[in-house]
Each structure stands twice: as structure tokens, then as C-alpha cells.
């Protein structure tokens, strides 16, 4: 039996991390950036919450919890798990999720959730795909909460804002425009007022300087972000709208402009996650329902 070792991941193991999540996440991206941004770029990463299993130097099991004090201080989650396929069924997991859970009770936490982690996530939720791991956490008292969708959006196609639209923003005093840094507080200070959930993406979308505003006489009235979270795969999202402006059609907008740069920058298709609205993003650029995330949560 490989001995547990409750240690942070050191920068240089990254590469041996994304090694055992090519073995076992086989349906999302992986890359070194990406496994680096899940991992070390979690705004609130906490080397206790991170265990990592080695057996005769290889890395063959890896943990990660999280939890968002701002946000929901009750809740915490389990973020990333991966146990390399030849050693599954060896009580790898089980000790894993056992040392997250006994972790979030020390702390007083209440709710335990999988992977849909605000802020900064890989998948929303579980995809039923990976049964086996499915049946791991069913079996461990997991019960579903909710179900999520990722839509994909062929970027082959037209994007361009038309007449009308821009016609129509002028005429009601709205301005589209990519976000300076100056320009973030004022952001923030509105989504702490409706989307709080939202500062952390949007902040990392305007460091790769694809974040639209939509602003109406001096005042933040929307948003539109890309590449702000999993950076590099063509992610969407989010889009947000003050529901007493959403007559102007700024959503439309927003999600034209943000579609329209990931395909100036090469991207052929765009990741649209965690969609609520299934029917705006068909309409508007043909998405498709791509995948199913099943969520799941149990009492700690």
C-alpha cells in the first residue's frame, strides 16, 4: 500500500499531476497550464486541503478541497480527486475523501459538495460517464442536488454586432467596451450587489483582456467575460445583465463580442458552462447541449 503524504504539491510536480489526470479525467482538457490554474491559481488554495498520494516516488492518487469563506462559509468541497487506474479499489479514494471530509468538520463546516466549485472549477458537477466514481460517492452518502449543462458553440460562423443593435444601444446611452483595470472596483462593487459568485472569473477574464462592460450613464449595467476560467480551451462565460436593462438586448451584445474575440484568437469552438439559459445561446449561435454534469452534496 502506497504511503499518504499530506503535503502541498510542489510547482515541479505538476507535470507528474497531469500525467495521472490524463489517465483519469478523460474527458476534459488537460494540459500542465491548466492543472497549474486549478490547483495553484484557486483564489482561496489551502496546502492542508491538498493530499497527494505517492508510491516508490510516483504520484498515484491526488486530492484537492476548497472552501469560499466569502461566499458560502458553511460549505466546502472537494475539487479535484484522481486515482491512478492501477490503483484503484485499494481504499486510495475512500482515505482521500475521508481526510477532506474530517478536515471540513474540524473547521465547522456543515455541507460537503463535489467539484462545482465557485470561482475557479474544471467540471460543475459530475459527469455520469465516470460511473465508477459516480457509484464511489453514491455509496459514500452523496445525493444529487441539481444537474448542469455545457452547451459547445461553433465559432465558424458570423458574429458581427448589426446596425439595429448598435442603433439601439446609442439611442438608450449604453456603452460596450473592454474593461480596463481601472474600471474592476467599480465592476466588483456592482456584481457584490447581484452576482457575487461572478468577481473571480470576471477579474481573471480582464487579465486576459477579454471582459466586456456594458455601461449606461456612468453606471456598470452588465458584463460579458471569456478565458476566465480554464483558460486556454475556449471558455465562455460568464454573462451578466441588469434584468431592468435586458429590454436593450445588451446580453446579445455582450455574447457576441465575447464570441467573436475567442474566434479572433483562434479558438473553432466555445465551452459555454454551467448555461442557465439553453434557449438564448441555440438561437443566438446554433449551441449545442455538449455535457452533463450531475451535482451532488452530503451533510457533514
Known amino acids: ?115 462545482d466549485t465557485p470561482y475557479n472549477y474544471y467540471t460543475p458537477g ?41 442603433t439601439r444601444l446609442n439611442e438608450n446611452g449604453i456603452d460596450i467596451h473592454l474593461a480596463e483595470l481601472t474600471e474592476m472596483e467599480r465592476l466588483n462593487n456592482w456584481l457584490d450587489t447581484i452576482w457575487p459568485a461572478w468577481k473571480a472569473e470576471a477579474t481573471a477574464a480582464q487579465r486576459q483582456n477579454l471582459l466586456y462592460l456594458a455601461v449606461k450613464e456612468g453606471a456598470v449595467v452588465g458584463f460579458g467575460a471569456g478565458e476566465g476560467n480554464n483558460v486556454g480551451t475556449g471558455w465562455f462565460g460568464p454573462v451578466g445583465v441588469d434584468p431592468a436593462v435586458r429590454r436593450y438586448k445588451i446580453g446579445k451584445v455582450l455574447t457576441l463580442k465575447v464570441l467573436g474575440e475567442l474566434k479572433k484568437r483562434g479558438f473553432s469552438m466555445a465551452t459555454i458552462p454551467w448555461v442557465g439559459p439553453i434557449a438564448f445561446y441555440q438561437r443566438l449561435c446554433k449551441a449545442v447541449v455538449d455535457r452533463v454534469f450531475w451535482r451532488f452534496e452530503k451533510p457533514l
Open 126 to 166: 459530475l459527469d455520469p460517464r465516470y460511473t465508477r466514481a459516480l457509484v464511489f460517492f453514491q455509496d459514500r452518502g452523496f445525493e444529487r442536488s441539481g444537474e448542469t449543462e455545457n452547451l459547445l458553440c461553433s465559432l465558424d460562423q458570423n458574429f458581427e454586432i448589426t446596425t439595429a443593435d448598435e
Open 1 to 115: 500500500m502506497p504511503t499518504i503524504e499530506f503535503k502541498p504539491v510542489e510547482p515541479g510536480n505538476i507535470g507528474k499531476i497531469r500525467g495521472l489526470f490524463e489517465l483519469t479525467y478523460l474527458y476534459e482538457p488537460v494540459s500542465d497550464a491548466l492543472v497549474r490554474e486549478k490547483i495553484f491559481g484557486d483564489p482561496f488554495f489551502d496546502e492542508s486541503l491538498t493530499n497527494v498520494v505517492r508510491s516508490d516516488g510516483q504520484i498515484v492518487g491526488f486530492s484537492m478541497g476548497v472552501t469560499r469563506p466569502d461566499y458560502k462559509p458553511e460549505k466546502g468541497w472537494l475539487k479535484l480527486m484522481a486515482i491512478h487506474p492501477k490503483f484503484q479499489g485499494q481504499s486510495l479514494g475512500k482515505q482521500l475523501l475521508e481526510q477532506t471530509e474530517n478536515t471540513f468538520r474540524q473547521r465547522g463546516l456543515k455541507i460537503i459538495s463535489l467539484f
